[in-house]
């Protein structure tokens, strides 16, 4: 299966994601766990991207799209894969097209989290007291909001264009989510 997961910071794609790729055998790849990977490392790349995260912008294009280049093109992206947090923009839509395209694959579902605004801000908020994520203060949730809301946001009427959305209901326990992520994509013709 290639998938994408998608939703507003704090939906619970990663949550999700995770369980997913269990259930079909396929590599989660988040870009922010990569980005977030590389800050801890103190690589060129972590320093570059920590100043954007830092703030609840998202990082430069070009960087991004070089990442994920390089990760699909390892062994175990063969069989598939979920993409948690990528494409995030316009052009990173465009960019995974072409990456696609020169595999000679294609994307099968978009899964999207619908979840509260309120909900959201209270499960991050829950979060920096649990991790201290850098970028989950509230200040910075509200930019990552609006940053999704004016840049992320419309990818969704692109997907559903396309006839690739599965819109899922993030509100309500883990594993009810994950139940319906599960029923939503069991339900794809040759699944
Ligand atoms: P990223 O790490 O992707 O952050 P995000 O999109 O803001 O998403 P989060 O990780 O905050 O939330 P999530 O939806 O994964 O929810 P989670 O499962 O963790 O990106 C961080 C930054 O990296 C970006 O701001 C940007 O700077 C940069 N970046 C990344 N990708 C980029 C790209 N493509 N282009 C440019 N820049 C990029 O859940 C959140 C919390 O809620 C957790 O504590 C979890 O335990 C809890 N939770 C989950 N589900 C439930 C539930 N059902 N009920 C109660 N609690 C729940």
Do not use: W
């Not at 995770?18 to 690589?43: K, L, M």
């Not at 972590?46 to 998202?58: I, L, S, W």
């Not at 999704?148 to 009427?157: G, M, Q, R, S, V």
């Amino acid at each position: 299966m290639r998938l994408i997961i998608m939703g507003p910071p704090g939906a619970g794609k990663g949550t999700q994601a995770r369980f997913i790729a269990e259930h079909y055998g396929i590599p989660a790849i988040s870009t922010g766990d990569i980005f977030r990977a590389n800050v801890s490392e103190g690589t060129p790349l972590g320093v570059e991207a920590k100043r954007f995260m830092d703030a609840g912008e998202y990082v430069p294009d070009t960087v991004t799209n070089a990442m994920v280049r390089d990760r699909l093109a390892e062994a175990d992206c063969e069989p598939g894969f979920l993409l948690d947090g990528y494409p995030r923009t316009v052009a990173q839509v465009q960019e995974l097209d072409g990456m696609l395209t020169e595999r000679g694959c294609e994307l099968q579902a978009v899964v999207v989290l619908t979840v509260d605004g309120e909900e959201i801000v209270q499960r991050l908020l829950q979060r920096a007291v649990v991790e201290g994520r850098a970028d989950d203060t509230e200040d910075v949730i509200r930019r990552r909001q609006e940053v999704y809301a004016k840049e992320t946001a419309p990818l969704i009427d692109v997907y559903r264009e396309r006839g690739l959305l599965l819109e899922v209901d993030g509100m309500g326990e883990v594993a009810e989510v994950t139940s319906r992520v599960f029923a939503a994509l069991d339900a794809l013709p040759g699944a």
